[in-house]
């Protein structure tokens, strides 16, 4: 009697859990429907003013093609001293001399800032062997001293001799992003003044050439725009490097022409390349997550790589809903079972499974479109350290029972409708915390690869 008792205990501790972790689930997704819906409204406010921005465009005419470009000053943008995480002043003139690249965040930020972060976290890892800044400007200089930009610095795995972090003087700060960048930052103000959204800002990041003139702007949370920058970093840092050896070492008006003089560059046209360059199947793409970096011809024409479109993007956060849908319903029906309400407890797990074959079948379009339209099948984990090993153990055993888990369920289903009780209770046994396992770390998979800021 006492063992009868101690096995079925076991199951019972097992379920509490589970439970908890969907409690956890369901406030984690409340909690970031809540934040998205902050976000929304800061949206607005940020769109109204980049519309305004958006608005100070001249047309350049270039080999016959007339192209709207932002105002930026000629000069470049204006001289400033703000102070990095280390406690050093840095100002205009100590970037000079390489390109960089410019974000606007705050630490405490629970919108699209751990977002932009992440990116550049990104650019740092994908653009390791160029020579090229990372610029990071707090919008929230009052909360961001050198101490905390120290600890956020680190926490999104930022390279000291890369990516700086600058801080001062608030109306500074405000006044070189509109002025110079002609982007929109303001204090949040009124019932959309809340905890993670104090400040109102752009999630644009910008590049800056070698003497300070910015060049383009990029949105932070568009891969497509993202992938732009990244071509555009390599061909300015390779021009810069094919310009050294025939710049001669002393000027004279001799070799200076009239006509040569600077001319402030025009942003490349907003161009597509593929996310990874890397050719191999679904599964192995999986598992070994690699990818090589793209060169550029030394041709004048600028080949555009595909992209895929639109909805190709938003399958992996639907496919993520199924799998927290086939988590609640897997749920549920043992409830019904454990409960003796068999006809209920049918319906929802016939159900669980129609969710989880839906499932199946959006991933696989997925991953099939993704190779189609740019010739790599997955995402790549940028993360770095133990939340990599952590990433792939998750990952590996979800792929394994995955793999499993179409037969198991269907053997046990069909026992199931045959009514072969005792058979179809032996296999459910396996059968149920396999499918949860692997319903449950789908969405936490989703949530590491696509919403963790940096991964690091």
Request: charged content about 25%; proline content about 5%.
């Amino acid at each position: 009697m006492t063992e009868t008792k101690r096995t079925r205990r076991i199951p019972l501790i097992l379920i509490i859990m589970l439970w908890v972790l969907v409690a956890v689930s369901a406030f984690a997704t409340w909690k970031l429907k809540t934040q998205h819906d902050l976000a929304l409204e800061q949206i607005k406010a940020t769109e109204a003013a980049q519309k305004k921005a958006a608005e100070e465009t001249t047309e350049t005419e270039i080999e016959g093609v007339t192209i709207k470009t932002p105002i930026w000053p000629e000069e470049g943008i204006e001289d400033f001293s703000l102070t990095e995480r280390s406690g050093k002043t840095v100002t205009k003139e100590d970037l000079l001399g390489k390109p960089w690249v410019a974000c606007f965040v705050f630490t405490r930020c629970a919108g699209p800032c751990p977002r932009v972060s992440g990116q550049f976290y990104q650019l740092q890892k994908d653009l390791k062997d160029q020579d090229f800044r990372l610029v990071t400007f707090t919008v929230d200089p009052k909360n961001d001293t050198p101490d905390v930009l120290s600890r956020y610095a680190e926490s999104v795995g930022a390279d000291p001799e890369k990516w700086l972090f600058l801080t001062g003087d608030q109306n500074v700060i405000f006044h070189l992003i509109e002025k110079s960048f002609l982007m929109p930052v303001e204090e949040n103000k009124g019932p959309a003044r809340k905890p993670g959204f104090e400040v109102i800002h752009t999630t644009n990041v910008m590049l800056v050439d070698k003497d300070g003139r910015v060049l383009g702007k990029y949105n932070a949370v568009n891969d497509v725009e993202m992938a732009e920058l990244r071509r555009e970093v390599r061909k300015l840092v390779k021009k810069e490097e094919d310009q050294k050896p025939e710049q001669q070492p002393q000027d004279s008006p001799e070799n200076t022409k009239p006509d040569e003089a600077a001319k402030p560059k025009i942003p490349a046209k907003a161009g597509m390349i593929s996310l990874s360059t890397t050719l191999i199947p679904v599964a192995a793409n999986l598992l070994a997550q690699t990818e090589t970096s793209s060169t550029d011809t030394d041709s004048d024409t600028e080949e555009t790589a595909p992209t895929a479109p639109a909805w190709v993007y938003q399958l992996p956060a639907v496919n993520a809903t199924l799998n927290g849908l086939a988590t609640i319903l897997l749920m549920v029906g043992y409830w019904f079972i454990r409960h003796g309400e068999q006809e209920k407890h049918k319906k929802t797990m016939l159900t669980a499974f129609g969710t989880s074959v839906l499932f199946l079948g959006f991933y696989l379009l997925y991953h099939f479109a993704l190779q189609s339209y740019t010739g790599t099948a997955s995402r790549k984990f940028g993360g770095e350290g133990a939340i990599r090993m952590i990433y792939y153990f998750i990952l590996i055993t979800h792929v394994v029972l995955a793999a499993a888990v179409p037969i198991l369920a269907w053997v046990t289903i069909r026992r199931g409708l045959k009514q072969q009780w005792e058979a179809h209770r032996k296999i459910a046994k396996i059968t149920f915390p396999i499918w949860l396992y692997v319903s449950i770390t789908g969405v936490v998979i989703y949530f590491m690869l696509y919403h963790l800021p940096g991964a690091a």
